[in-house]
């Protein structure tokens, strides 16, 4: 069974101080690896995707990328509008369509 | 940019009645899903569909579940006799058919509430 563990549950950062967001997966033969954005009461919002390691995606202040067991989202001086909830998901290749989600990261980010 | 669409934004139903989730996908788009996500936890797959019958669905989707696209734009979740654990957000999402592993488009949910 696919599993995605994503840490830390909570982040709160000063703007301008960057960070990074881990997600660990398990999956059998990746197809894709997932980031979304999601604001509160909003459906996930589509970031990347990742389809091997070694790969990496920009966009504006962020970052991922994949290695074999994990992925990494990375935000260069974040600024406050970066807050929300950023999700990693995974599709593999026992599930033809299914994607699996991570409880995801909530991310604060302080003026 | 096109989005998926989904209505009505919060249903309150009282348990045991029958539900109805309505969502347009984006237009191009031939894979449509339904997820659910439980206040404070994870988004939870619960079926795909792709030209007119279900692909995939996972163990919450049972009997009580059912799917349709009853015209070119609106595809539905039903979930007859409904229980106070199904109380969540449903999200509807659809992806186009360039290759398997495109992400999937997600609208903002329609929040149902079990009394």
């Known amino acids: 069974e696919d599993q995605v563990t994503q840490s830390p549950e909570a982040l709160r950062l000063q703007e301008g101080e960057s960070s990074s967001l881990n997600c660990s997966y398990t999956?059998?033969?990746?197809?894709?690896l997932f980031w979304y954005r999601q604001d509160p009461g909003k459906g996930p919002e589509f970031l990347f995707t990742?389809?091997?390691a070694g790969e990496e995606k920009e966009k504006e202040r962020l970052k991922a990328t994949l290695t074999k067991k994990e992925s990494f989202l990375h935000i260069t001086a974040p600024k406050p509008e970066d807050s929300a909830t950023y999700l990693c998901?995974?599709?593999?290749?026992?599930?033809?369509?299914?994607?699996?989600f991570g409880t995801g990261t909530k991310l604060q980010v302080i003026p | 940019e096109p989005e998926v669409t989904q209505t009505p934004s919060h249903q309150v139903t009282q348990m045991g009645q029958e539900v109805i989730l309505r969502c347009v996908p984006i237009?191009?788009?031939?894979?449509f899903y339904w997820y659910r996500q439980i206040l404070g936890q994870k988004v939870e797959f619960l079926v795909s569909?792709?030209?007119?019958?279900?692909?995939?669905k996972s163990e919450i989707f049972d009997d009580q579940f059912s799917v349709e696209r009853p015209d070119g734009s609106n595809f539905t979740l039903k979930i007859r006799s409904t229980k106070l654990e199904d109380s969540a957000m449903y999200f509807c999402?659809?992806?186009?058919?360039?290759?398997?592993?495109?992400?999937?488009?997600f609208g903002d949910g329609t929040r149902l509430s079990i009394l």
């Open positions: 999402a659809s992806r186009g058919v360039v290759g398997s592993n495109q992400p999937q488009h």
């Open positions: 999956v059998s033969g990746l197809r894709g």
């Open positions: 990742l389809y091997s």
């Open positions: 998901a995974v599709q593999g290749s026992g599930g033809y369509q299914k994607v699996t």
């Open positions: 237009s191009n788009h031939l894979y």
């Open positions: 569909f792709y030209n007119n019958e279900i692909s995939e």
